[in-house]
């Protein structure tokens, strides 16, 4: 998936502010869930569930500054059967520059309750 870095994704010394990376990573999500047939919104409201993120790491490698196009990959690294755990690589589409590198780990709960249940 591509994004388009944005002037208000930055920061004061103009490259991207920390926290879009997490907004990237989920914008890879979202489109990953498209792909196989369901926006996340159905799976919230077709099963009653949420995905909370339950840990978040991010390794900034070199800047990304407004009007770059950057590429988001994704990867499931890992399933149970109450978690996701999601690795993420953001590079700069023409270069192919190592900008970012992280991921998440997604938990599985009931909407109403927040307990863990399985996907």
């Known amino acids: 998936m591509n994004v388009r870095v944005h002037w208000a994704d930055t920061d004061a010394a103009g490259v991207v502010w920390f926290g ?29 569930l949420l995905m909370p993120r339950v840990e978040t790491s991010c390794r900034f490698r070199s800047p990304a500054r407004a009007e770059d196009v950057l590429e988001i990959g994704i990867a499931v690294e890992s399933i149970t059967a109450r978690r996701i755990n999601y690795g993420f690589e953001i590079r700069e589409s023409v270069t192919r520059r190592l900008v970012a590198a992280g991921g998440y780990q997604v938990a599985c709960v009931n909407r109403g309750t927040f307990k863990a249940i399985e996907f």
């Open 20 to 48: 879009n990376f997490f907004k990237f990573f989920e914008q890879a999500e979202d489109e990953l869930f498209r792909s196989l047939g369901r926006t996340r919104i159905e799976l919230i409201e077709d099963f009653d």
